[in-house]
């Protein structure tokens, strides 16, 4: 192989691919990552020589550093991102097309010599403990350290994972090159029957981390279709009580909608006399498969967190701003100049001598012309942080065989429609739940923030299928196992007149995990309504929480006909993907018309 210090494998399929993108790109030099910390020093070296990154305070956040993206180059780009298969249909209505020879095409155009001058890093990486059956390996090539940093920190990266691939074909062949970052020319592809996926013209970490939503969501939806199991936008905890029974559930939401809090809750000053203690195996996304005992059974595939930055405090996530305390990346917040880093509804007095996340001196406080408040961070800033350093890391994230999985939880921001906590009736019910999911559209997601949109099992940007051959799917995995989990709807977000949020959030939710685990075990208490179980009056431990009664039957208000014009929308919705949504869920929509319809 031509400029190249050293080959860590003898596959020849793995080099020949390699070789003919090299042709493609025409980098200077090719270098193989083999995962050791010697090399990652070298790289940071490298990068903080030529700008790329930045280093912090080494006292406060030691091996810790800093990078600003793109300003054109902050978020996922839903609008440049195609699922390229031969036939349409098979992307279906949510997801962008493009034929694969076309995009192929296009693709290469922007790819040709864009690596000219720079060095192509070649990074195998493992989603999932190297060696597990659950997991997949993948192969990025990119021309940024930024990402290979990343990389090495969100996934199991180096020779070790091609020793497990040995001479097989069997892996993902990543392409990335931030090329000229112009955003007319960005691309986001996915070639699932090639096992393909290729980035160009961008640099920001949802569509360059390939391993990320690219793979672990997209590409192995597609895989777990076809090998009948599910790959999922989901957070794994476990529910530790003092006799030391763990309970894992599987929770869905959309981005910057409280992932990430969830997964590393600490239990309320209430509850911990009660003595749970809270495991945190993945914050974004759940592999899930059946096994011989009638369960699912679920991995975390990532290895780190890449979390939205502003609104994690203290009391928001603790165990966040523990993790982020070393070996992070900080992408977009505030910088000081004493090296330090800083961001909104964050902890502390920003930092004197500030800069924000352009680059241009900031202090609270300041507008624009227009007389505009100026943000330092970002709205979409992040953080890279190695899950391991949570103080709340479960033990089993790496675990081969993953944890057994008692109960699913969908959610999302609905200020008046959803209550507090309900339990579907049955699993086809409970899919029906997940697929009609709503939520304020996020500064995570391309468009306009504060929109409500559908956003079936928080799966809309990542499905990378038809999302109606992804609900039967789902409702063919119910089928297939004897002791299906129990499913149910959470919203934290339900606001009173005042606008004001009903529910404190945060540690408090674990009140409704209790009652949730205690459903799954087929105990608590529970009053039916049209749209499912909630909790009775005295189901919820309050102790410790200072909630007014007429509060908590507000939260758990079922407004009749307010369902009933969810019900409309919802069926517009199921219209809108065509004629193969599920006559199952069809009849979940009929059912819930007429139990709204009863005793009225």
Known sequence: MKNCDQVLTTNSIVTHWIEEMAALCLPDKIVWIDGSDEQRQELIAEACRTGEIIALNQEQYPNSYYHRTHPLDVARVEDKTFICCQRERDAGATNNWKNPEEAYTEAANFFRGGMRGRVMYVVPFSMGPVGSPFSKIGIELTDSIYVVLNMMIMCRVGKQVLDVLGHSDDFTRCLHSKATLD??????????????????????????????????????????????????????????????????????????????????LIPPEGLKSKGYRIWTVGDDIAWIRPDTDGRLWAINPEAGFFGVAPGTNSSSNRNALLTVRKNTIFTNVVLGEDGTVWWEDGEGDPPANATDWLGNPWYPGKKDENGKEILGAHP???????????????????????????????????????????????????????????????????????????????????????????????????????????IFHVNWFRRDENNKFLWPGYGENLRVLEWILQRARGEGDAVETPIGYIPGKESLDMTGLELAPETLDELLTVNREDWKAEADDIEQFFDSLGLKVPWELRNELEALRNRLSDDE
Not at 412 to 423: C, K, M, Q
Not at 461 to 475: L, S
Request: with cysteine; glycine share 8%.
């Open 380 to 486: 979409n800033s992040r953080f890279t942080a190695p899950l391991n350093q949570c103080p709340s890391a479960s033990h089993r994230m790496e675990h081969h065989h993953g944890v057994p999985i008692s109960a699913f939880i969908f959610g999302g921001r609905r200020n008046h429609l959803a209550p507090l906590v309900y339990e579907a009736y049955s699993w086809n019910h409970g899919v029906f739940v997940g697929a009609s999911m709503a939520s304020e559209r996020t500064s995570a997601q391309y468009g306009k923030q504060g929109e409500v949109r559908r956003d079936p099992f928080a799966m809309l940007p990542f499905c990378g299928y038809n999302v109606a051959d992804y609900f039967k799917h789902w409702i063919s995995i119910g089928r297939s196992i004897k002791h299906p989990p129990k």
């Open 183 to 264: 955003p007319e020319k960005r691309r986001i592809l996915h070639f699932p029957e090639d096992n393909t996926i290729w980035s160009v013209n961008s640099g920001y970490g949802g569509n360059v981390l390939l391993g990320k939503k690219c793979l672990a969501l997209r590409m192995a939806s597609w895989m777990a279709r076809k090998e009948g199991w599910l790959a999922e936008h989901m957070l794994i905890l476990g529910v530790e009580e003092p006799s030391g029974r763990v309970d894992y559930v599987a929770a869905a939401f959309p981005s910057a909608c409280g992932k990430t809090n969830l997964a590393m």
